[in-house]
Nanobody, 115 residues
Framework: QVQLVESGGGLVQAGGSLRLSCVAPRSIFSTGYLAWHRQPPGKQRELVASISSNEITYYADSVKGRFTINRDNAKNTVYLQMNSLKPEDTAVYYC?????????WGQGTQVTVSS
């Protein structure tokens, strides 16, 4: 297990934007799979977006066209740019990384979207 460190959550009005950042250990970041998950209040954790080492991305249907995941290899950082936020995007957002048998989660960052 390794630890990832997130930042960038907060309170925003509907229609606004936020960018989340996650610093991952070099052992995962360089060739690993990185993802953002979220857990809305009272619901299960769900996959929001992911990016592979060769930049292949995946997005949940609920965020397609609004969220963008990208990685900065020089900074060992993966970002989640969230635009056109909706109240239903309110959740704790978690960063996840894995490479082989090594995996880790971030501590979570709260995103609250007011209507």
């Amino acid at each position: 297990q390794v630890q990832l460190v997130e930042s960038g959550g907060g309170l925003v009005q509907a229609g606004g934007s936020l960018r989340l950042s996650c610093v991952a250990p070099r052992s995962i970041f360089s060739t690993g799979y990185l993802a953002w998950h979220r857990q809305p209040p009272g619901k299960q954790r769900e996959l929001v977006a992911s990016i592979s080492s060769n930049e292949i991305t995946y997005y949940a249907d609920s965020v397609k066209g609004r969220f963008t995941i990208n990685r900065d290899n020089a900074k060992n950082t993966v970002y989640l740019q969230m635009n056109s936020l909706k109240p239903e995007d309110t959740a704790v957002y978690y960063c996840y990384g894995t490479l082989g048998a090594t995996q880790g989660w971030g501590q979570g960052t709260q995103v609250t979207v007011s209507s």
